[in-house]
C-alpha cells in the first residue's frame, strides 16, 4: 500500500489544513499521494495530479476529508474499482467517518503499521426504466429514496416484493436503507436501527397517511418495485445517498436489490457500533 488519493470537501476543510497536515505526514513517511489539479495548485505537498476517476483507479486507499456526505459521494466511486477508503470527519456527525481531527496522529500511525482492518458494506441497486426503454443504474450506500419533491398533495406508492403485492402506501415517499443506512433518513422516518453488518434492506415510508403503515425488513435476497400510483402532472424524485438523480413519472419502472458491489471502509478506530451510535448520535443530542 503506497499510493494514497486525497479527497477533501472544499466546503469543510475550507483552508485545506487538514489536507496539508495528512500530505505532509503521508509523504514524510514514503508513500505517494494523488490529489486532482485544483488541489495540488494548492497544496505544496502533494505533486502527483490525476483526476478524481484516475485517482480511484490507480490508489490504494482514497482518504475522503469531510462529512459523511463526502463519504458517500466517494463510495458511489469507489465501490466500483474496489478501492477502500478512509473517512476523516470534518462535519457534524461522522457517522462513517473513521477519524476524528484530534485523533488524525495516531491513527495515520495505525495506518503505517498496517493495524486496521476493512468493514465491507452492502450497497443497494436501483434499476430504472424509463417511458423510452431507457436503463439507469445507480448504487447506494445508505439509501435510495422516492419523494413527492415540491408535489404539494400526498402521493400513493404501491409496493411489491419479489413480484408479490404487499401494499399501497399514502405517504411523502418511501426510503428503501441499507443496515449502514438505518441510522441515517430511516431512523428520522421511524425506521428500525440494523446491525450494519445484517444482510437486509428495511423499506420505509415517509409520513404515511395511516394509522398501520411500518417499515419493512426483507433479505439481502429480496426486491422491491415500487410503483407511483397516477396522479396528472406528478413528478417524483429519486434521491441515491442524498443526491437527487433524476425525476420519476407513473410510467418509470423501479426495482431495487442489493448491488452487487460492496463500499469498503478502512477501520482504524477500535470503537464499536453501539459506542458510535451513542457517541455520534445520542450524545451530541442531549
Known amino acids: 500500500m503506497k499510493h494514497i488519493g486525497i479527497i477533501p470537501n472544499l466546503l469543510r476543510d475550507t483552508d485545506l489544513n487538514m489536507t496539508r497536515t495528512i500530505a505532509a505526514w ?47 459521494s466517494v463510495a458511489e466511486k469507489a465501490c466500483l474499482v474496489d478501492v477502500p477508503i478512509i473517512g476523516v470527519n470534518l462535519g457534524r456527525l461522522g457517522f462513517l467517518a473513521d477519524i476524528e481531527p484530534a485523533d488524525i496522529a495516531d491513527s495515520l500511525q495505525k495506518l503505517l503499521r498496517e493495524d486496521y482492518y476493512i468493514d465491507e458494506r452492502m450497497m443497494l441497486k436501483a434499476k430504472v426504466i424509463d417511458p423510452n426503454g431507457q436503463e439507469h443504474i445507480f448504487h447506494a450506500l445508505n439509501d435510495i429514496n422516492l419523494t413527492r419533491g415540491s408535489f404539494s398533495r400526498i402521493a400513493e406508492f404501491e409496493i411489491l416484493i419479489n413480484g408479490e403485492f ?110 458510535i451510535l451513542r457517541k455520534k448520535i445520542v450524545e451530541r443530542r442531549r
Open 166 to 275: 404487499c401494499d399501497v402506501y399514502p405517504a411523502d415517499g418511501i426510503i428503501v436503507s441499507t443496515p449502514t443506512g438505518s441510522t441515517a433518513y430511516n431512523l428520522s422516518a421511524g425506521g428500525p436501527i440494523v446491525l450494519p453488518h445484517t444482510k437486509v434492506c428495511i423499506v420505509t415510508p415517509i409520513c404515511p397517511h395511516t394509522i398501520y403503515s411500518k417499515s419493512i425488513i426483507m433479505s439481502s435476497e429480496d426486491t422491491v418495485q415500487i410503483k407511483i400510483c397516477h396522479y396528472d402532472n406528478i413528478n417524483m424524485e429519486l434521491n441515491i445517498d442524498g443526491k437527487t438523480k433524476m425525476y420519476l413519472t407513473p410510467n418509470h419502472f423501479i426495482q431495487i436489490e442489493k448491488s452487487p458491489y460492496v463500499t469498503r471502509l478502512v477501520k482504524l478506530s477500535e470503537l464499536k457500533f453501539f459506542e
Open 26 to 72: 503521508l509523504v514524510k513517511e514514503g508513500f505517494k499521494v494523488y490529489a486532482t489539479q485544483h488541489i495540488t495548485e494548492q497544496v505544496e505537498n502533494i505533486s502527483l495530479s490525476l483526476t478524481e476517476g484516475e485517482i480511484y483507479k490507480v490508489c490504494d486507499i482514497v482518504i475522503a476529508i469531510g462529512g459523511d456526505g463526502t463519504i458517500l
